[in-house]
């Protein structure tokens, strides 16, 4: 395991090398496979009449993991589409380490950036492990095999999806995603539908190997927890623009139980239930009775 | 239970033979036909027209439900033609494909090959429209475009469609040929059926009708077959 370890970190300083030398924009050439710089200015996106994104700015410096939140229909995963190549700005700039995304060069879809989806989205005609190998050149098939131990699924290799559970498909799909050695991985919702103690489970995978690769990462979440628990930074995106920016300097691994999670959590969710639309109707109409068990209504349907 | 009741209706005279001809009677037929070899050269004959026909009509159908399935441009030249032209039923074209080919074997090869495009022709096209938006997706976004996206997404994608086009297709196949066959042919199992009914040979054709099942039969077989090892990754189609 060791050894396969190593001849990964290999084919990556290989590729950096060709990539730097390639674009040219960059002056440093990276030491190992490190994670991309994001720049967007006054990004915005309309389907239509439809406003999603509007005059977003953000840096996200590389290698850290930044986690939105939001309600649905907010715009979040719109912002990682966009950043992902999969649908097209209407406004505004992304710069990927300092060079302007041209959307016209190859649909717009960069090879140091992957995406994980919500829905695991395996192809359910080939092998896990031909999965994991999808888009990698011939030469390559063998590292498919090493990132799939890496996500502990080794012997699950010659397998159907169909006979995987959910948390398993996920690996699987995060194994596919980093076997091309992203330096900007973007997570789209990939833990909505696992259970519980599953989710407990990858955070703690996704993070060891953030923490090894050094890639930058974009989570977009519906869970402040979960953001809380994986993020350096999280995001809070409403109406299509970012409302709130909230550093989490807690030391790695994090103890979801401690006071000062508890505290970040309760303000992120505050911040999070004062955007209900809900909420001012139900002020003031104080006569009809116990303001707290309003609250904890608001709150419940929020988790809802 | 079926067979036995049948031969003892007739061997008792409940039932005339030249209505029906009692299973012994049929099976002595197919016996004498066997000996004479008749049977396999007629079985042979029509075999090979509905595999002619099947491949040149299920190879176009293929062919272009591709086509039209994959490309727009295709779709707006030639689908509305098709659909105009899929609303004649091919047994319609008899006549004129006599005319046409005369009542020689590119005739009945011709009317298989049409009788069949269409049920390949639509599956093919409906498959590939209907391929996974978010599988498509993906693959995209994981650098995979042109025939390696059409290999590993689209085809297999579309294959459950198109087998469900296959298996319409070889049931069509025999429907036609049979008609095609009991019209105009000096050879291939219609034909044998139809010179029995001249001289009242009701246990040959007896004999004729029971291979048109066998026969439809193992092409379903064939058709079930090839679904089970291409679609082994889906579950409705796994043992367990």
Known sequence: ?304 | MLIAVWQLASSRGWMSNRILPAPLGVAKAFWTLTLSGDIWANVKVSSLRALAGFVIGGGLGLGFGLLTGSFKTMETLFDTTLQMVRNIPPLALIPLVILWFGIDESAKVFLVSVGVFFPLYLNTFHGIRSVDRGLLEMARSYGLSGWPLYRDVILPGALPSILVGVRFSLGLMWVILIVAETISAQSGIGYMTMNAREFLQTDVMLVGILLYAVLGKLADLLANGLSRYWLRWHPSYQAT
């Not at chain 1, 410096?61 to 097209?88: H, M, Y």
């Not at chain 1, 996704?206 to 974009?218: D, S, V």
């Open chain 1, 1 to 304: 395991m060791k050894q396969q370890g190593m001849i990964i970190q290999h084919a990556g300083l290989e590729r950096d090398v060709v990539s730097a030398t390639v674009r040219r924009a960059s002056l440093v050439e990276p030491q190992r496979q490190s994670g991309i710089a994001v720049q967007l200015r006054g990004v915005g996106k309309a389907y239509g009449e439809k406003t999603i994104l509007n005059g977003i700015d953000l840096t996200i410096p590389p290698g850290e993991l930044v986690a939105i939140v939001g309600r649905s229909g907010s715009g979040k995963s719109t912002l990682l589409r966009l950043l992902a190549g999969l649908d097209k700005v209407s406004g505004g700039s992304v710069a990927y380490d300092g060079v302007l995304s041209s959307a016209a060069s190859d649909n717009g879809i960069r090879e140091d950036v992957r995406v994980m989806f919500q829905d695991s989205r395996l192809l359910p005609w080939k092998k896990v492990l031909a999965n994991v190998a999808l888009g990698l050149p011939r030469s390559r098939h063998q590292e498919a095999r090493g990132v799939l131990e890496q996500v502990g699924l080794a012997d699950r290799a010659d397998d159907w999806p169909a006979h995987l559970s959910g948390g398993q498909r996920q690996r699987v799909a995060l194994a596919r995603a980093l076997v091309h050695k992203p330096r900007l991985l973007l997570l789209d919702e990939p833990l909505g539908a696992l259970d519980a103690l599953t989710r407990i489970e990858m955070h703690a995978l996704i993070e060891h190997i953030w923490r090894a690769n050094g890639f930058t990462a974009l989570l977009v979440t519906h869970d402040p927890a979960e953001a809380i628990a994986l993020a350096d930074r999280v995001l809070l995106v409403e109406d299509g623009a970012i409302a709130m920016d909230l550093r989490v300097d807690l030391p790695r691994p994090r103890a979801l139980g401690s006071a000062a999670f508890a505290a970040l959590q309760d303000r992120l969710l505050r911040r999070l239930l004062q955007a209900d639309p809900a909420a001012p109707v139900a002020e003031p109409a104080q006569d009809l009775g116990d303001i707290s068990l309003q609250r904890t209504v608001s709150e419940v349907r929020w988790a809802i």
